[in-house]
């Protein structure tokens, strides 16, 4: 399917001349509930126990593994003001796996994953497995606009260079770039470096804001995509 990847000018340039997409780590996530289970069924002296607990199971999906993040829109405004540099950097469009095992649509609701400390451990995993994949895939309602899938990777099959994680971008995954409306740099600039870096096929287009709606527009937004495209993911 087609999923959009949201970047500043440098990281969108600095992706496509490397050919690699920055993996990120959960502990950077930039909402601090990602991976947290509320805790219920526990007396007060004993929270700061199980905080602790909570903080060492983060930490050590943390070590060995990583997400790439997506969007399934292009249009929202928010998303280009808040991870595209106000407009000013660029939407990568890929062809990212379907497969429900590999790739997770978010779930947004304010009905937070909690722990019952005497379930976790009585119940174990029949009680314990429901619960941690429910807590990978919900966010609270305020993260909606995102509109975000995720695709959990393990940091063991990633390339590593200055002390950070990256997935490789083959050349049949990349279908558009999209420049932000309000970026400087020119269509003729990004095409020549895209087929430079191996990306003949990919299409380049500049968004615009629509005239009667708040939402972005581009060229060729109506496509539809090409089967059996190389997908990332499919590979894992």
């Known amino acids: 399917m087609r999923l959009y990847r949201f970047l500043d000018e440098f990281g969108g340039l600095q992706t496509i001349e490397s050919g690699k997409l920055k993996v990120s780590r959960l502990a950077d996530l930039n909402d601090p509930f990602e991976w947290w289970l509320g805790i219920d069924g526990i007396v007060q002296e004993g929270k700061a126990f199980a905080e602790y607990q909570s903080g060492k199971f983060v930490e050590g999906r943390n070590e060995h593994h990583g997400l790439l993040c997506f969007s399934g829109t292009a249009k929202e405004s928010v998303l280009w003001s808040h991870y595209a540099d106000r407009h000013r950097g660029m939407v990568l469009e890929i062809e990212v796996t379907d497969d429900p095992d590999k790739l997770i649509k978010v779930d947004y609701s304010d009905d937070r994953p909690c722990m019952d400390l005497t379930r976790w451990t009585t119940e174990k995993q029949d009680y314990g497995f429901p619960l941690i994949n429910q807590l990978i895939r ?14 959990y990777l393990s940091l063991a099959g990633c390339e590593i260079a200055r002390g950070l994680y990256f997935r490789r971008l083959n050349t049949g995954m990349l279908h558009r770039l999209i420049i932000g409306w309000k970026s400087r740099i020119e269509i003729s600039y990004v095409q020549r470096l895209l087929n430079q870096s191996g990306y003949k096929d990919c299409k380049v287009a500049r968004a615009h804001p629509q005239d009667r709606s708040y939402l972005i527009a581009y060229d060729g937004d109506d496509e539809i995509p090409v089967s059996g495209s190389i997908r990332l993911g499919d590979d894992n």
């Open 138 to 151: 919900r966010k609270s309602c305020g993260w909606a606009y995102e509109n975000e899938y995720r695709l």
